[in-house]
């Protein structure tokens, strides 16, 4: 069985507030933790009043108080919104707090509207440009592989295991140059999928932290006892997707049957493409798609997303996807 985690978006149902979304976080990790999933991660996303995420080593500290061995992280923190030295300590207070169990997830992205930079104060274009300097810092805050004038307490010393995600070329070959683990976001940018892997493997130097390539891949994973069932279940995320591709992004959606016949060509089309990363259907179907993409991508791990507006389904579609593949 190929080691499986989660990523989560923390999302807000309509009806729902953000003490709620952290609330079902921390149950949906408890859920995976006892189905055996590997890691536990949430994604950095701002201003959208339907992901409560947003402050990540926040909401990490609450899910590794409410669970005892999963690996909690960031998939990912978008370094560019941050110093350096801050996450830093951030992460190393979290290594402190939960020893031997924390992942850092690094991105490029803002995570956000261009306006985010406005709140944060930041030129995040320019922030961008330093991206691969800012990586090589952080790493020295843990290590001292680096002379740094100062040292990051906590940080320094902690034992993080840091990761490069991406979903272009960009985000393989500077994984590949620092020797670092690589997760891709296929779940929701596939395009470039199979060519960034390629460079990840061909390009790879071994490093202090990781001797040979390693990558996970993501995909939206809904299991349901039934076809139907996962696929009324699925139409949540769709249309939230939709809804953000459009402009309008809001609060998670309550599912409607048959939604994608409801939508334009155009829509449907946007969704059919990211249909190379998604297994949506009953547990044999899952499994059946699961593996085919492992055998495709040649993942060493499968990260799965993907919301249901009912909290308890999702936490019954891990159950279900991890008992498919153990089958």
Not at 42 to 51: K, L, Q
Not at 147 to 167: C, N, V
Not at 215 to 238: F, N
Request: proline residues 7%.
């Amino acid at each position: 069985m190929i080691p499986l985690s989660v990523l989560d978006l923390v999302p807000v149902r309509e009806g729902g507030d953000v003490a709620t979304a952290l609330h079902e976080a921390g149950e949906l990790a408890r859920a995976a933790e006892a189905a055996g999933y590997r890691r536990f991660w949430v994604a950095e996303h701002h201003g959208s009043e339907g992901i409560a995420g947003g402050a990540v080593s926040v909401a990490l500290s609450h899910i590794g108080h409410v669970t005892r061995t999963i690996r909690i992280g960031a998939g990912g923190i978008m370094l560019p919104n941050h110093n350096p030295f801050v996450i830093a300590e951030q992460f190393g207070a979290l290594d402190a707090l939960f020893p031997g169990r924390v992942d850092l997830g690094l991105g490029r992205a803002p995570g956000a509207a261009p306006i985010l930079g406005q709140a944060l104060r930041k030129d995040l274009s320019r922030a961008a440009e330093y991206f691969p300097q800012d990586v090589v810092e952080l790493r020295a805050l843990f290590t001292g592989d680096i002379d740094l004038p100062i040292k990051a307490t906590p940080g320094f010393g902690a034992q993080i295991e840091m990761w490069m995600l991406g979903s272009s070329l960009f985000g393989a070959q500077l994984a590949a140059r620092l020797g670092l683990p690589y997760a891709f976001a296929s779940h929701f940018a596939p395009d470039h999928l199979d060519a960034a892997l390629a460079a990840y493997r061909e390009q790879f130097r071994p490093s202090e932290a990781l001797e040979t390539p390693h990558v996970m891949a993501a995909m939206t994973v809904i299991c349901g006892e039934t076809e139907e069932e996962a696929e009324i279940l699925s139409s949540s995320q769709d249309q939230a997707f939709v809804r953000l591709r459009t402009g309008e992004p809001g609060k998670l959606p309550p599912p409607i049957p048959g939604y994608r016949a409801t939508l334009p060509e155009s829509a449907q089309a946007m969704l059919e493409r990211l249909s190379v990363a998604r297994a949506v259907g009953s547990p044999e179907t899952v499994a059946a798609r699961i593996d085919a993409f492992v055998r495709r991508t040649r993942a060493d791990e499968i990260i799965v997303s993907g919301a249901t507006f009912d909290p308890a389904a999702r936490r019954r579609s891990l159950e279900l996807t991890a008992g498919a593949l153990v089958a």
